[in-house]
């Protein structure tokens, strides 16, 4: 049964820092992972989705990364702003017929100007 | 461009009233989806849908029913109300069940 995890739940940073989110699963047969945000009050955004055949995928300041052999992937953030401040989720799609996403409980980070 | 629109965005019910949870995207996709969030379990899918006429369950859809009609709207609809229902509800849409979703702003629940 796939798990995710997240690590940690918390992280407070100061303005400027690039820092790395983290984010664990059980099974590497998945499809894709995502890495989403959640603003308070608010729904998810997707920020990127990385297939199984890739390794990274980038937009802007953020670049997540895939590596099935260890279940883990990463979330840079670099030169991070008080605007980062959210909840960030990551959540993986098993290779089954039914390419069910499971979900992290999310990493809330502060960055504080 | 409205994206997923969600409504009403807070509800209070008593125990054992029913209710629909509304749900509208306007962006052609077929595949759309409720989840709901609870603190330290996650966010958990209730019940999904391929395209109009199409619906499945997920993982926790004991209590829920939905419907299909058109391809824009998706509503949650809860039966008999029950306190373990209390929790935030988001509805998401996508092209296709493998592409990023998108979500509405919520809707949050709470049964007395």
């Known amino acids: 049964k796939q798990e995710v995890t997240q690590i940690p739940a918390a992280l407070s940073v100061p303005e400027g820092e690039n820092l790395v989110l983290n984010c664990s699963f059980t099974d590497s047969a998945i499809y894709n992972l995502q890495w989403f945000r959640q603003d308070p009050g608010k729904g998810l955004t997707s920020l990127l989705l990385i297939q199984s055949s890739q390794r990274e995928q980038t937009s802007g300041r953020l670049n997540a990364s895939l590596d099935k052999s260890s279940g883990r992937s990463t979330l840079y953030i670099a030169a991070s702003q008080p605007g980062d401040s959210a909840t960030y989720l990551c959540a993986a799609s098993n290779a089954g017929n039914n390419r069910k996403l499971i979900w992290g409980l999310g990493t809330s980070l502060a960055v504080n100007p | 461009n409205a994206g997923v629109t969600q409504t009403p965005k807070f509800q209070v019910l008593k125990t054992g009233q029913s209710m629909t949870l509304q749900c509208a995207q306007d962006?052609?996709?077929?595949?759309m989806s409720w989840y709901r969030q609870d603190p330290g379990m996650g966010l958990r899918l209730i019940h999904y849908?391929?395209?109009?006429?199409?619906?499945d369950q997920g993982e926790v859809p004991n209590g829920y029913n939905v419907s299909r009609s058109t391809t824009e709207d998706f509503p949650l609809r809860l039966l008999s109300a029950a306190p373990s229902q209390t929790s935030v509800y988001f509805c998401?849409?996508?092209?296709?069940?493998?592409?990023?979703?998108?979500f509405g702003d919520g809707t949050r629940l709470s049964i007395l």
């Open positions: 998401a849409s996508s092209y296709d069940r493998y592409q990023p979703q998108h």
């Open positions: 962006m052609n996709h077929e595949y």
């Open positions: 849908s391929v395209g109009a006429g199409i619906t």
